[in-house]
């Protein structure tokens, strides 16, 4: 009796159910395709993406639009650079959350790859002629952003290897508009009157009660990418980029130019970090105004890779995150894909406060209104 009790209460133990394991091939055979396209999976089930030779991602979107990342909360792997021969090839896993039954969409984020229909879907409609299928999915992503495409009625780019196979369809954004504004500061007691920058979108420069330290890691486990990319931060917040293995740099840009350095911006300067390193190299901004700071890493093909940052862009208007990235990725090469080196420098939007340089002088009129409280 003893016996039967305890297997009893042991087997309440056991779980009823394992996690399945999908294993989904990323361009195998230089094919720009996930092979399968989509899966069926259940919640806890983990879908297991094998990245082959190229240059791929997996990056989460919605099902209109196909080729635009999640604004926030979205899975996504970044670039997975992966050269011929590699043994083993890298693994990116997923684990799929209770979706309570609605299908997950994602892409390829490398450029042109999504409008050349290789999309994947977790849990599509099963009829192929359901508005929402993978299939009607699939086409929209080529719809919208392949060679397809409707030309559109504004401005379009056209060079490189989309202007010699056909119409690009790519819009680019509009350039960002800002004015020059006077505000009147208050801040322990005493009353600043400022000239300021402003951007479409962005708030009064009204410095933060506490001041916070926000921490950006360059190209974490190998990634070419900022983690976060994209964050918001306040007037006397201070932003430290942690350098990780390799050779990346910190250097402000402007929207429309992503991958060319500002003249009077920031630059951290190649920082190369050994693959043993224990200590990583800092390179710390102060925020000194709420305008949308840009950024990239200045290595080679890193930028067009999709490696660039933003402090405070706007994302309810055209100039967002998402836009810059792709901007960024565009075949154009209308920017400079190195670094000067420099390392230092005033920037527009930020105080570089490390490595090696004192307290550089802003080059807007705000810097002195925070010079009574830093």
């Not at 361009?27 to 983990?46: K, R, S």
């Not at 030779?53 to 999640?70: I, W």
Request: charge should be negative; hydrophobic fraction near 40%.
């Amino acid at each position: 009796m003893l016996s039967s009790t305890l297997a009893l209460s042991l087997a309440a133990l056991l779980p009823t159910t394992f996690a399945a394991i999908l294993e989904v091939s990323v361009g195998a055979n230089g094919q720009l395709a996930y092979d399968p396209p989509f899966v069926h999976a259940a919640a806890g089930d983990i879908v297991r993406f094998t990245f082959n030779p190229k240059n791929h991602t997996v990056t989460q979107s919605a099902f209109d639009p196909p080729c635009v990342p999640l604004p926030e909360g979205g899975f996504r792997t970044g670039f997975i650079p992966v050269a011929a021969g590699t043994d083993p090839l890298p693994v990116q896993e997923f684990t799929v959350p209770d979706n309570y039954g609605a299908p997950l969409w994602f892409y390829c984020g490398q450029v042109n790859h999504c409008g050349s229909g290789m999309v994947f879907a977790i849990n599509p409609p099963a009829d192929a002629a359901d508005p929402h299928s993978f299939e009607a999915f699939r086409a929209l992503a080529i719809a919208r952003n392949g060679t397809d495409a409707a030309a559109p009625t504004s401005t379009t780019v056209h060079s490189g290897a989309a202007a010699a196979t056909g119409t690009d369809s790519y819009t680019t954004p509009p350039a960002p508009h800002w004015t020059e504004a006077t505000a009147t500061v208050i801040w322990g007691g005493s009353t600043y009157t400022t000239t300021y920058t402003s951007y479409d979108g962005t708030p009064e420069p009204t410095p933060a009660v506490a001041p916070q330290e926000h921490k950006i890691t360059v190209g974490a486990d190998g990634k070419l990418e900022y983690s976060p990319a994209n964050i918001t931060a306040a007037i006397g917040d201070t932003v430290v980029f942690e350098f990780r293995p390799k050779n990346h740099t910190v250097t402000q840009s402007s929207f429309s130019n992503p991958c060319s350095a500002l003249a009077t911006g920031f630059k951290s300067g190649f920082q190369p970090v050994a693959a043993d390193a224990t200590d990583f190299p800092k390179f710390t901004i102060t925020i000194n105004d709420t305008a949308p700071i840009w950024g990239y890493c200045g290595q080679v093909n890193h930028c067009q890779s999709g490696m660039v940052f933003s402090i405070n862009a706007v994302e309810s208007g055209p100039n967002n995150f998402a836009a810059f990235q792709q901007l960024a990725s565009r075949p154009s090469g209308s920017s400079s894909s190195t670094d000067s080196g420099s390392t230092g420098g005033a920037g527009n939007g930020a105080i570089v406060t490390s490595p090696r340089v004192g307290l550089a002088v802003g080059t807007l009129a705000l810097a002195s209104v925070l010079a009574a409280f830093l």
